[in-house]
């Protein structure tokens, strides 16, 4: 699978971007897919993922309730609704593939395919 996320940019607190994550490939159907996002000097974090029917849903708490995360397994496509951004939502934002058997959630799995990364960033 061949990830391409796009939608990042510039924004002021209390904004709101899209993110978009384009799949190429049979397999996107039967992956879990998420995003992860990397801020200066931090970690890579998982934020949001979704399964594979789009069933099941992850948020990290520090999106919950501000952020969503959809799929169309039709288009191959999954986005990434960001509200009321923070300045802290400021990071470097991937989309990832794992493929996975219909009845697998688990969103904490290795990660098997990753798109180039998006930036974000929120201003005052």
């Known amino acids: 699978v061949q990830l391409q996320a796009c939608g990042g940019g510039l924004v002021q607190v209390g904004g709101s971007l899209r993110l978009s994550c384009a799949a190429a490939g049979r397999t996107f159907s039967r992956s879990i897919m998420a995003w992860f996002r990397q801020a200066p000097g931090k970690e890579r974090e998982l934020i949001v993922a979704?399964?594979?029917?789009?069933?099941?849903?992850y948020y990290a708490d520090s999106v919950k309730g501000r952020f969503t995360i959809s799929r169309d397994n039709t288009k191959n496509t999954v986005d990434l609704q960001m509200n009321s951004l923070k300045l802290d939502d400021t990071a470097i934002y991937y989309c990832?593939?794992?493929?996975?058997?219909?009845?697998?959630?688990?969103?904490?799995?290795?990660?098997?395919?990753w798109g180039q990364g998006t930036e974000v960033t929120v201003s005052s």
């Open positions: 979704i399964s594979r029917s789009a069933g099941s849903t």
């Open positions: 990832a593939a794992r493929p996975a058997i219909l009845t697998d959630n688990n969103f904490f799995r290795q990660y098997d395919y």
